[in-house]
């Protein structure tokens, strides 16, 4: 079908002007850095919008959906932007549904849910979790997409063996038509008056019924045999409907990628949780042995069952991932208890049975612990990131990623696709659902590279048509069709059913402004690819955005990490056009974490804002670096602390420091609600004389304790704390001379004041075997100094520091000495542990927690959302308070629901954010004291 030609307004400006007057300002968005960020998904195209609305009503959706048609201006729904295909992007208005993201109604009784579907799938699931259920589909993208695309995608994954795909479990949806008009689309029954008033009122609907029936034996005749399908419209599932007297409207739209109607909710269909689980990883040593167990092993009902090829274990890094250097195939398998007496021992001793026939690399792996499971799924779970790590050109490219075959002929498939990319010399991944049939194919290719693109083009007919003539199969199984397989739906249904499609699409779309160019179009799929981009390191999977603390609050891609790296990376970027994004990020590094792609896009923006330096903060951070004119004035303020600490000295005082701040960033402020430590009167320094390293006293401590500036300035029991600690394991550490480690300088962008301050560090730190922290910044930050001395003569004087570096948890893990601790504590107190995420970022995760659970008098919960960003981040609380109040709230709630007294942690900045955040609803105390506290209680019960 020729998509009829759309008109777009000259000025691309008016439509975001008549929007914003339509629905309100504050929900639409046109400046660079917004259509610049909203161009991508996770496919490898790019179009750039006209305009960006973040709807927050279903009147918003409406009046957004009445005006793109009235204008004839495209009109792309979009979620979470995870697609593969290209289908959340688009030349007009995007209509961004992430802002609806509540659960609207549950009963856990009859099992179902009401959802808005801008919820994130593992949000959704996490809600659900708590009263023991579960929505099943589970892409491997649950961490960040949400349910909107997967409604629209059909999407499935892993363990679509039990659960089914999204089409499965849906009982009803709320949909926007292009009239503006709103159907709730559910199952009626074809004798029900409401499905007859529904006909009468709908002509769409009446079109579809007949099509329906005029073309029955067409639908069954094209019906794809294989057990996954999400090309075309599910046609077959609307048949199956009538079949059993049924007008099964969910079916239409679900899988339907935007192009027939906006959802506003749905009605899912829950299940209960699995009560236990097991997985298991297998490698073999020939990948035809893998097709010959799975039939085998699908007795025993998994409820999953992947499998990577010999390609992509060693794309993904072998030994990384401990897998043998001769297996030719890994099998992930998963089985569920589901509380009806199923024996998950007994299974795993009949699965290894099985396995065991087949000439294994090694014996199987099998956990039933949720984190030794995490470790095992963790290599499958991050693959297609990964890939773009594997070499700087030659980039993962999805244009053949989601086929299918029946489930028996998986290792023939992949023996032929092996083959067929040896012969054009292309690395490729092969990896999928096995149980299913359902195989992921990424190969690795250089677009810009004329070869490497005919390969492309050549390898997307003839393995699709491969698939569909040798292997009887489907062309997607669940990614969705967008615009990467939109021109080869027709070859795969034959020119009749895709006149049907053409007529549906037509009917419940006769303008063509929903989604054009996605399922329906004759345009070739290298149509809009984006050759820039696939040249950069990032994937685009927005993998960072799910645990961006910016994007959590905003719910928009130009606030979001993925979103800034486009921004920042981009040709046109500059200061000027993207000030108000690039000075929104906090520089958690919660998104370095994430990224399996190995891109620190914090790095990136500090870069930017290095190009760019503050000038107030360059005052402060000058003054700040003159040591003893520094500490004396805040000495002053020490002093005076009890007067100008209260709540009218502090309002008075917010107004005073305005003009200020504002010089520091438009919305920085010293609010009266900020929870302040108290000022030391005398700094630890001053309190531990005998630990200062004098010039001529030799030998000196092994250990260095590089106490940063809060636990030098504030008086609030830290380092005494872990001077104490240290102490008790036999270390009497020395206090070097020392500067701010330089986070805060870094992130106002003095570059080169930071590493003015890490010159004298690296050479106070010299000679110590180990450089203690109680701080997560100042841990991240010297371990980080490699990296600000990239390619500078410090560079290996800071490779040497950073590896000495030991936060006083990992010391406290790691000491040889263990302090006696109270025998027993007759009352206990709740602890939660709140992970900083700088302290995230330096890979220290495991220590703190181990160290609280071990603590006699603690009983020690892991909350929810834990790993999250509390919003304080270093200055940020000053720099932007009420974001980072909207941040915290999150965190007030995990720690209210977790019903900890004490929040443990180990940052001066989460200590204070979470003090004012909280509310008093729990005391909050450094992981330093708490051990402190537990040698204490020891020393006294032995006294
Ligand atoms: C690393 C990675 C792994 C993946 N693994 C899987 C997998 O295992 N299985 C799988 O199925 N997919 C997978 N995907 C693809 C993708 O994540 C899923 O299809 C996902 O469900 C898309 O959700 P989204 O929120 O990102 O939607 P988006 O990408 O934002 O949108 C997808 C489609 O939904 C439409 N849409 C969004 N909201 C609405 C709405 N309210 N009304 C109407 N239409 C709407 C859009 O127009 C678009 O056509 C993966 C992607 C990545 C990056
Ligand atoms: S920065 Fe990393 S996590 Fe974020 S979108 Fe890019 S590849 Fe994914
Ligand atoms: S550093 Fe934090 S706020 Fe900045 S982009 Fe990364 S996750 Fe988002």
Known sequence: MTAPT??????????????????????????????TAYAVDASIYRMTPKAVVLVESEEDIAATVRYAVERGIPLTPRAAGTNLTGSAI????????????????????????????????????????RHGLLF????????????????????????????????????????????????????????????????????????????????????????????????????????????RGLLDLPKLFIGSEGTLGLFSEATLKLVEKPRATLTALIHFHRLEDVGEAVPQLLELSPSALEVMDANTLNLIGRAKHGIPADAAATLLVELDADGTGTDLRAKAERMTEICRRYRLTSDPLIAFDPEQRDQLWKARKALYPTLYRFDPKKKPINFVDDVVV??????????YLEEFFAGQH?????????????????????????????????????????????????????????????????????????????RVKQ???????LNPGIKISDRPFTDHIDYVRLSKPCATCAKCNAVCPVYDVFQSEDMSSRGWFEIVTDKDYSYLNSKRVVEACLNCKSCRTACPAGVDVSKLILDRRAENPNKMAGVIFRFHAQTALFERFLKLLARYQPLWDRPLMRRLLDHLTKPFMRRLAETASLSPQLVLPRLARRHLRDRYPELIPQAER????????????????????????????????????????????????????????????????????????????????????????????????????????????????????????????????????????????????????????????????????????????????????????????????RKRQAVEQSGAEVVATSCPACMIQLRTGLQGAAEVKHVAQLIQEAYEVADRQTS
């Open 6 to 35: 759309l008109i777009l307004p000259e000025r691309s400006r008016a439509v975001a002007s008549d929007l914003r007057a339509a629905i309100g300002a504050d929900k639409v968005k046109d400046d660079y850095s917004t259509l």
């Open 90 to 129: 688009g030349s007009g208005i995007i209509l961004d549904i992430s802002r609806l993201n509540r659960v609207l109604e549950l009963n856990c009784e009859e099992r179902w849910a009401r959802v808005q579907p801008g919820i994130v799938l593992a949000e959704l699931n996490k809600e659900l979790g």
């Open 136 to 243: 099943g589909p589970d892409p491997s993208s649950g961490e960040m997409c949400k349910l909107g695309g997967m409604l629209a995608n059909n999407s499935s994954g892993p363990h679509t063996l039990r659960y089914g795909a999204v089409k499965d479990n849906v009982a009803a949806l709320r949909v926007c038509l292009q009239s503006g008009e709103w159907l709730d689309a559910k199952a009626y029954g074809l004798d029900d008056p409401n499905c007859a008033d529904l006909l009468k009122a709908h002509q769409p609907l009446r079109e579809l019924r007949s099509l329906l029936q005029d073309h029955a034996t067409l639908i069954a005749q094209k019906r794809p045999m294989v057990s996954k399908n999400s090309c075309g419209y599910n046609l077959f599932g609307l048949a199956d409907g009538i079949a």
């Open 406 to 415: 029946p489930a028996e002929r998986i290792s023939e498939l992949i023996r």
């Open 426 to 502: 292309v690395p490729v991944a092969i990896f999928g659902h096995i149980g299913n049939g359902n195989a992921h194919i990424i190969p690795l290719l250089d677009v810009n590279d004329e070869v490497d693109f005919q390969k492309m083009v050549q390898g997307y007919h003839e393995i699709h048509q491969t698939v569909l003539g040798r292997f009887g199969g489907s062309i997607c199984g669940e990614h969705g069709d967008g615009r990467v397989r939109a021109e080869f739906v027709k070859t795969m249904f034959g020119p009749e059913l895709y006149d049907l499609f053409v």
């Open 507 to 513: 009917s419940f779309d006769p303008s063509g402004v």
């Open 698 to 889: 030799t030998p000196r401590s092994p250990v260095a304790y590089f106490h940063g500036c809060a636990a030098n300035y504030f008086d609030d029991g830290v380092g005494d704390a872990v001077i104490a600690v240290l102490r008790k394991h036999g270390v009497e550490p020395n206090l070097p001379p020392q500067r701010c480690s330089g986070t805060p300088i870094e992130t106002y962008g003095h570059r080169a004041l930071a590493k003015e301050g890490a010159r004298v560090n690296l050479a106070s730190m010299a000679g110590y075997d180990k450089v203690v922290t109680g701080c997560a910044s100042c841990t991240l930050m010297l371990k980080d100094y490699p990296t600000l001395f990239a390619g500078e003569p410090e560079q290996a004087a800071a490779q040497a520091l950073a590896k000495r570096v030991t936060h006083i948890s990992e010391f406290v893990s790691q000491s040889p000495v263990k302090p006696a601790m109270a025998s027993s504590q007759p009352t206990k107190c709740k602890v939660a542990y709140h992970s900083s995420c700088h302290l995230r970022a330096a890979g220290v995760t495991k220590e703190p927690r181990a160290i609280l659970a071990g603590l006699p008098g603690v009983e020690y919960v892991e909350m929810q959302d834990a790993d999250r960003c509390a919003g304080g981040a270093g200055t940020y609380l000053v720099k932007d308070f009420e974001t980072s109040q909207r941040i915290v709230e």
